[in-house]
């Protein structure tokens, strides 16, 4: 069997992230690294988008804007997001970016084979595939166990799920210099639902459905909800370029309770998505930075964690949808109505002082938040 320092379980964003950050470091030059997958990442299989102030990952946008809509049923408000940019970044540009740098690392490799399992034998672990198993020191793992979050009532689950369109539409009906961040005019149907509408010329546009909730739709009522989102917006003729779907846990379940000393679960089993959002680029970008540093001074994965009140927020935010879920629609609502907008971002990634939290919190219903709160704390 092949003997590896590293061995990646899984090489999608956490794992591509995390190989990126170890590369441009320069510090494990001399650790044989291994990548297992059975998707070759050769296709645009997602899109990511994140908002920053930095050039980090903005000169590999698709696309970037400088304000976006808010929008409900009742008012439109249009976010001037400065210092911040919005930037939608394709997922295959992302891969080949990544894989590029590691085809130059002669310590870096990647095999494309089906993982089916993997555990830790004493001071060493073992990964088997469906057509050999390699040993290693350390494992980082990022294969999602829905199962594990199902399994139990402490921590609620819910999804961001979404069918999402690339397409090409005879009128020109967009403005590419304004994305349309949420729109929840879109019926509710008990749920938080929403529209994404990401520009990149008059006639051409990502159209995303999007839900907060706990269950999944048959793939006809995304697209009949897209259908009728274009006829709103004056769209007759279109033709389809690209399709995406996905679902993106939301918990706050301690899934760092299920690190060992040499396995470290990453990315979403890694609890890296944010909860309350289900965004993924930024939070995986700082996490797999701050792995990194971790690496190069310690070997014990169990010590990589840390819990803060953003953990909380984001607990009681799951907990609130949990019980009620159509409520999502007014909270965002209040927030974005006349909240401070790059203090929300500020706030949403989690860089903001207390006294700020406080700014962003108090614009939402304060009387849901309340109630949650107690029944955390009394177990109502």
């Not at 740098?101 to 084979?113: A, W, Y």
Request: one cysteine or more; a positive charge; hydrophobic letters at 40%.
């Amino acid at each position: 069997m092949k003997h590896y320092h590293y061995i990646f379980t899984g090489a999608g964003l956490s794992a591509l992230m995390t190989v990126y950050e170890m590369i441009l470091s320069g510090k494990f030059q001399d650790k044989s690294i291994l990548l297992l997958d059975e998707n070759r990442k050769k296709t645009n299989d997602r899109t990511w988008c994140f908002w920053d102030t930095e050039d980090s990952f903005q000169n590999l946008a698709h696309t970037k804007w400088d304000s976006a809509w808010f929008k409900t049923d009742t008012f439109e408000r249009k976010l001037d997001l400065k210092p911040y940019k919005y930037n939608m970044i394709k997922g295959l540009d992302f891969y080949n970016l990544v894989f590029d740098l590691i085809s130059k690392q002669e310590n870096i490799h990647f095999v494309n084979q089906k993982i089916i399992d993997f555990e830790e034998l004493g001071e060493h672990c073992i990964v088997k595939t469906e057509s050999e198993n390699y040993t290693c020191n350390k494992i980082f793992n990022s294969i999602f166990n829905w199962e594990l979050v199902k399994n139990q009532n402490k921590y609620p689950l819910l999804q961001q799920h979404f069918i999402g369109w690339f397409i090409k539409s005879k009128e020109a009906v967009f403005n590419k210099e304004i994305a349309t961040f949420m729109d929840f005019s879109v019926e509710q149907k008990g749920n938080t639902r929403f529209m994404y509408v990401l520009p990149t010329s008059t006639n051409e546009a990502l159209l995303e459905y999007t839900l907060f909730s706990k269950e999944l739709l048959s793939k006809p009522e995304y697209e009949k909800e897209i259908q009728k989102y274009l006829q709103k917006l004056g769209i007759s003729e279109y033709e389809i370029l690209e399709k995406e779907q996905g679902n993106i846990p939301m918990t706050c379940y301690p899934f760092w309770k299920h690190n060992t000393k040499n396995i470290l679960n990453i990315g979403s089993i890694g609890g890296w998505t944010k909860a309350s959002t289900g965004y993924t680029f930024k939070n995986t970008t700082k996490k797999a930075k701050q792995l990194v540093q971790f690496l190069e001074v310690n070997s014990n994965f169990i010590k990589f964690h840390k819990r803060d009140k953003f953990w909380f927020y984001d607990l009681l935010l799951l907990d609130i949808l949990d019980k009620k879920n159509q409520l999502g629609f007014s909270i965002f609502s209040s927030m974005f109505q006349k909240g401070n907008t790059s203090l929300i971002f500020k706030f949403l990634d989690e860089e903001t002082s207390f006294f700020e939290d406080l700014k962003v919190i108090w614009k939402c219903p304060k009387g849901l938040f309340i109630k949650a709160l107690l029944r955390r704390i009394f177990n109502l």
